[in-house]
């Protein structure tokens, strides 16, 4: 059984490589803590929303955030289809789904056609 001394101490941030051709090379995304799952389920990010995740998500090989939450307009700005692979490779690393963004993106009413839960 662990002790809270153990668990204080246990170093639980993953980063995972993810290639973005459109910038020219390899970025890393992390696993996000508990609060900043929170904090983007509650919206307390603001509406940016692909901004917001790629700010989340984006880290050095240590797991340390790139950027903060004031630069999520600025990355918001940069290619979807780069954000879209930072963003798909943040989800997956994190085990979240299409259901855990609806409420960020304002669709937390409507129901995917094709969900098949591939990755």
Excluded: C
């Excluded at 930072?86 to 409507?110: K, P, Q, T, Y």
């Amino acid at each position: 059984m662990l002790t809270r001394d153990q668990i204080v101490a246990i170093q639980d941030t993953r980063v995972r490589k993810v290639a973005v051709p459109e910038w020219g090379g390899d970025v890393y995304v992390r696993t996000i803590s508990g609060d900043e799952n929170d904090r983007i389920a509650k919206r307390e990010f603001g509406d940016r929303t692909r901004g917001v995740l790629a700010a989340v998500f984006l880290s050095d090989a240590d797991g340390r955030r790139l950027f903060d939450d004031s630069d999520a307009e600025m990355l918001g700005s940069k290619s979807y289809t780069a954000l879209d692979a930072i963003i798909e490779a943040g989800l997956g690393h994190n085990a979240m789904g299409d259901a855990d963004v609806d409420g960020l993106e304002g669709n937390s009413g409507e129901t995917p056609e094709n969900d098949s839960g591939s990755a």
